[in-house]
């Protein structure tokens, strides 16, 4: 099958740190990978689109120097909260597809707490 | 505005019965349809696809129909067990390369 994790599961911070979420998939290359977020009975809403090698995209209002996305390999995606507030406390859960038509797999999500 | 719409937060079914879960798109771009299935605080599972050029789909006991012209798709689970309750994620993709866009997901639960 086709694993994704993601670490930490869950964290806590106080206001105004940074946290950073990897996200890496295990037993197959990711060209792509994917970030959402995710709030209580909501929706997953996609948050930006990685390439390897390549710039983030992200979605329309996505603040993209708060929320920096770095896919360094094809097996590794990392999101970072900058500055993080207790708005941006949620469920955040990223996905990673091999290519072209693939389903994409997700990992099992990260609750960040912000304090 | 919502491209993807799962128009009934949720849906009670006794064991063994069938359950259908709905789902209508807008865009008309959109080809290609999964259905997830996600637990609270984890990722969600893929479970089913289909691409526009086929209406129906099965594995197993999911079998997900897709009718174009109304813009609609449905996943069908049969017999329902009471593992199967969930939230269920239907979602779209434009093209090869594309990001899902999510419906808002529907609650099954399957009693015994």
């Known amino acids: 099958g086709a694993v994704v994790s993601q670490h930490p599961s869950w964290v806590i911070c106080k206001s105004g740190t940074s946290v950073k979420i990897e996200c890496r998939s295990l037993?197959?290359?990711?060209?792509?990978m994917f970030w959402y977020r995710q709030f209580p009975k909501q929706s997953l809403m996609l948050m930006a689109t990685?390439?390897?090698?390549?710039?983030?995209?992200?979605e329309q209002g996505v603040e993209k120097d708060k929320f920096l996305i770095n896919h360094a390999s094809l097996t590794l995606s990392t999101l970072t909260v900058t500055s993080a507030h207790p708005e941006d406390s949620s469920f955040y859960i990223c996905?990673?597809?091999?290519?072209?038509?693939?389903?994409?797999?997700f990992g099992p999500g990260t609750r960040l707490l912000v304090l | 505005d919502q491209q993807v719409k799962q128009n009934s937060p949720s849906l009670s079914v006794q064991e063994g019965r069938i359950s259908i879960l709905n789902c209508d798109y807008t865009n008309s771009m959109f080809d290609y349809f999964l259905w997830y299935k996600k637990y609270p605080a984890e990722g969600p599972t893929f479970l089913i696809s289909i691409s526009s050029i086929k209406d129906k789909n099965e594995d197993g006991r999911f079998t997900v129909f897709l009718n174009k012209s109304a813009k609609h798709l449905s996943l069908h689970i049969v017999p329902s067990q009471p593992g199967d309750s969930a939230v269920y994620f239907c979602?779209?993709?434009?093209?090869?390369?594309?990001?899902?866009?999510f419906g808002k997901g529907t609650t099954l639960s399957v009693s015994s």
């Open positions: 979602a779209a993709s434009g093209q090869a390369g594309t990001a899902l866009i």
């Open positions: 037993d197959f290359q990711a060209t792509t």
């Open positions: 990685s390439n390897e090698g390549s710039k983030a995209t992200y």
């Open positions: 996905s990673a597809r091999r290519g072209g038509w693939e389903t994409q797999y």
